[in-house]
């Protein structure tokens, strides 16, 4: 059965962050890579300085990064739809910047991409932003962000992560693995996957029942009020959790 952790009525996710510090760090610093980028050693950072270490065209298909996104669930049929993709092809040109460290979370361990802004240092002219549009991590380790706009190596940038949208991911996951935690704990629930939504979407989780007599068991109404219970309860508590990576 899947779960809903709705963010607008349970205490389970919008007021983590704000009782208790300690677990909302965990959100930001669920990358997973051969080395920490700055967001991981400070989750609440909101802009830093950097410098381009390199800068070209897009390398991952286009069709690839869609499906990151959440994609188009719309079938396209047609020639005239067929011709305007392939105009869209030929107009839209991105680049991917890789900076000497960034503040910006790169897609994985179901958490969503950030998105944020990079301007030149020397820069005061905000209509000069460009806008980060998606970030991930290559094959290599190495971060790359997403813009329509190139930048020439050695140029000195500041970045500004869009703390809205990173503050809302942060709270999702670390609710997410408490939730996890104590449905395991309790009930002997495994989770096998879980969905992070966008505002004002629910998030969701799958956990796994154990099956008795080849029937499945279902959870009950009781027991997920004495898992919610013990989740507020922890987070009242304020309790310290230890980040491992």
Request: hydrophobic share 30%.
């Amino acid at each position: 059965p899947r779960l809903n952790c709705l963010r607008s009525k349970t205490l389970l996710t919008r007021s983590l962050c704000d009782m208790a510090t300690s677990v909302v760090e965990y959100g930001a610093c669920a990358q997973t890579g051969p080395s920490l980028i700055h967001c991981q050693r400070d989750s609440f950072l909101r802009s830093f300085t950097s410098k381009v270490i390199g800068c070209q065209p897009w390398s991952i298909p286009s069709e690839i990064d869609n499906k990151r996104k959440g994609g188009n669930n719309g079938k396209n049929s047609g020639a005239k739809q067929k011709k305007s993709n392939n105009a869209s092809k030929k107009q839209d040109t991105f680049y991917e910047i890789i900076l000497a460290d960034t503040i910006l979370f790169a897609e994985g361990g179901g958490q969503p991409t950030d998105h944020g802004t990079l301007q030149l240092s020397q820069s005061e002219d905000h209509d000069h932003e460009i806008e980060v549009l998606s970030v991930h991590r290559a094959n290599d380790g190495k971060v790359l962000h997403k813009t329509r706009q190139p930048l020439a190596v050695d140029s000195v940038i500041t970045m500004k992560v869009n703390w809205t949208r990173r503050y809302d991911h942060m709270q999702q996951h670390s609710a997410q693995h408490l939730i996890s935690a104590v449905f395991r704990n309790r009930l002997q629930t495994p989770t096998k996957s879980w969905w992070m939504s966008e505002w004002p979407k629910s998030s969701q989780i799958e956990m796994e029942m154990k099956h008795s007599d080849s029937e499945s068991i279902s959870i009950t109404e009781q027991q997920i009020m004495e898992c919610e219970a013990a989740i507020n309860d922890v987070i009242s508590q304020g309790k310290t959790m230890t980040v491992h990576i």
